[in-house]
């Protein structure tokens, strides 16, 4: 069994960049898919991004397309969100998911696919 720490959230003004990092511990990360997801107040938890085990297949959400990037690196058992442009209503607590099952491509945006969780760090964009 993995567990996953999220961290590296905060504060930013809008068009600001920040980098969130999610540990992984118990288990190599590298046999678990990861994926990152939000959920701002009073909305349910959407998808952000997500990888595949070896890193070479990504997704996005299309709001976040372009702007913010998804990476892993296996040795370090840790993946990344970076995210560039960052606005107001992107404010939410985000979160990093793992599964070790293989996944197509549309299931990897599915949050009911992921069965290990992190407990999430806050972003904050100001205007």
């Known amino acids: 069994q993995v567990q996953l720490v999220e961290s590296g959230g905060g504060l930013v003004q809008a068009g600001g960049s920040l980098t969130l990092s999610c540990a992984a511990s118990?288990?190599?990360?590298?046999?678990?898919?990861l994926g990152w997801f939000r959920q701002a107040p009073g909305k349910e938890r959407e998808f952000v991004a997500s990888?595949?085990?070896?890193?070479?297949?990504?997704y996005y959400a299309a709001p976040v397309k372009g702007r913010f990037t998804i990476s892993r690196d296996n040795a370090k058992n840790t993946v990344y969100l970076q995210m560039n442009l960052l606005k107001p209503e992107e404010t939410a607590g985000y979160y990093c998911?793992?599964?070790?099952?293989?996944?197509?491509?549309?299931?990897?945006?599915?949050?009911?696919?992921?069965?290990?969780w992190g407990q999430g760090t806050q972003v904050s964009v100001s205007e």
């Open positions: 118990g288990r190599y990360l590298n046999t678990y898919a």
């Open positions: 998911a793992a599964t070790d099952n293989v996944l197509t491509a549309t299931a990897m945006k599915n949050e009911r696919k992921y069965g290990y």
């Open positions: 990888i595949t085990r070896s890193g070479g297949t990504t």
